[in-house]
């Protein structure tokens, strides 16, 4: 049976002024899956944010919430979201339990039960009653997840949600993100330039360029093999790899070859044969940062946040 996509972009176009930032986008979004959202600065992935929570309309093309076009039916299609924008700001002078409360008032339906059960789920139970200007960022980017989920959206949309966050903050954000994408069925999307980070977060991940979509695909695709080997002489290495048709990546101290394992033992023996040196070999396997590069020609991207 074919799921049915939670969101969906259809043929989405945004022009601003003279400019085409968001080019005929089309996207699905699945319940219970974690969708990573990439490309360079100004690529147009917060312009497409702002269409999906109903901040900006598209010039064309429509954005649908569960079935529901944002167009004609706004506040049915924004009660289906949950949004974190980088560091959720608070009221620090209030308890964690009071600024639910406070949120939970916003919304029709959220009970005293559905508060103390995203408490739970986001394991803020031991410090909930304590003033928010107590805790740490890794609690507060949690109490921002509970306050996301309280109304119990269908579609959670997370722009930098570790930025400043530790090593083990990043990891607990992204143990929660996982739990509640299959417990509670929810489609999650990222946007965030923490590319080792996205691909452990996330199922699959969507590359954005000049407003198009120019990729789109799964992490745990299975991937091209590969195998880095170091070996001299250099040009003599590379004449061998042109005779055998092995189309090659050259770095400064070695070759990148797209070759199967059971190419190796036979290839290893006509490179000595050749009067080849060869210094290592070993397996490699290429980071979603070699995939991302080579998708959008070096677009620039931070491999981590300091602040």
């Keep these: 049976m074919e799921t049915k996509p939670i969101v969906k972009l259809q043929n989405v176009t945004k022009v601003i002024g003279k400019k085409k930032i968001i080019d005929d986008l089309s996207l699905d979004l699945l319940p219970g899956q974690i969708t990573g959202f990439l490309g360079p600065n100004g690529a147009g992935k917060t312009t497409t944010i702002r269409m999906m929570t109903g901040l900006m309309k598209p010039t064309s093309g429509e954005v649908f919430i569960d079935g529901q076009a944002i167009s004609t039916n706004f506040e049915e299609s924004m009660s289906k979201v949950g949004v974190i924008v980088e560091n959720p700001e608070m009221y620090k002078f209030m308890s964690g339990y009071k600024n639910l409360v406070h949120f939970a008032r916003m919304n029709k ?173 070993h397996p490699h396997r290429k980071t979603l940062e070699d995939q991302f590069l080579e998708m959008t020609g070096g677009g620039q991207i931070a491999e981590s946040h300091k602040k």
Excluded: W
């Excluded at 722009?159 to 607990?172: F, Y």
């Excluded at 299975?222 to 590379?238: F, M």
């Design 109 to 281: 339906n959220v009970t005293k039960d559905r508060i103390d059960e995203v408490i739970a789920q986001v394991g803020l139970q031991n410090r909930i009653h304590e003033k928010v200007s107590t805790y740490s960022l890794g609690m507060r980017q949690r109490l921002g997840l509970a306050q996301a989920l309280l109304h119990r959206p269908k579609f959670l949309i997370l722009d930098e949600p570790t930025n400043g966050l530790d090593p083990a903050g990043i990891r607990e954000f992204r143990m929660y993100l996982r739990k509640i994408s299959i417990e509670d069925d929810v489609s999650i999307f990222v946007s965030s330039h923490l590319l080792a980070e996205i691909e452990l977060m996330c199922d699959r991940i969507a590359v954005i360029q000049n407003g198009k979509l120019i990729s789109i695909k799964e992490v745990k695709e299975e991937q091209e093999s590969h195998y880095y080997v170091e070996a001299t002489p250099k040009d003599q290495a590379l004449g061998f790899f042109a005779s055998k048709n092995i189309k090659v990546e050259a770095y400064e101290n070695g070759y990148l070859l797209p070759i199967e394992t059971k190419e190796v033992p036979v290839l290893v023996a006509e490179m000595v044969s050749n009067d080849l040196q060869i210094y290592s070999l």
